[in-house]
């Protein structure tokens, strides 16, 4: 693959294995083979997983909600992350997609996917991907399939 991409192993990953019931076994040497057959690289897969294990980590914390929570983004992150990324974080909050700890883990990830270039694009994979690994999350789950989807569909236009 000449433009290959964590995020391509992963959305490969998302669209081929991934089931909401289901958990997605990081150890399955068939899955590792599989990838590399479609001709994703050795790190790309290994960088793929490990960003997946975080992920796994960060939404199995228990945290409880908080009504109080807002978010001031700090100035590394404002450097990282511009601002259609923030402004469309803050929003989907504000509607009700993300509570503060799925907000918090979806900053969180996309800076661990830095060098893939945070964009607008990148960034509803990664909330997909958080929302559909984070528990009782199915509405927003759903809200967030939609915004998704219909910009690949908006995009193909």
């Known amino acids: 693959m000449n433009d290959e991409t964590i995020l391509s192993v992963l959305m490969y990953l998302f669209?081929?294995?991934m089931e909401r019931d289901h958990q997605l076994n990081l150890n399955n040497m068939t899955l590792v083979d599989e990838l590399k057959s479609a001709g994703f690289h050795a790190y790309s897969?290994?960088?793929a997983f490990r960003w997946l294990h975080h992920?796994?980590?960060l939404t199995?914390?228990?945290?409880?909600p908080s009504a109080q929570s807002f978010r001031i983004f700090s100035e590394q992150e404002c450097w990282l992350i511009n601002t259609e990324c923030r402004n469309f974080i803050l929003t989907l909050e504000q509607q009700g997609i993300l509570t503060p700890h799925a907000r918090e883990v979806v900053i969180h990830q996309a800076l661990e996917l830095i060098n893939e270039g945070v964009d607008l694009n990148l960034l509803k994979w990664v909330t997909l991907m958080v929302l559909f690994n984070m528990p009782n999350c199915e509405n927003a789950l759903s809200h967030m399939e939609f915004l998704v989807l219909s910009n690949a569909l908006d995009n193909i236009h």
């Open 60 to 64: 199995a914390q228990d945290v409880p």
């Open 45 to 47: 897969i290994g960088k």
């Open 15 to 17: 669209h081929n294995h």
């Open 55 to 57: 992920l796994v980590e």
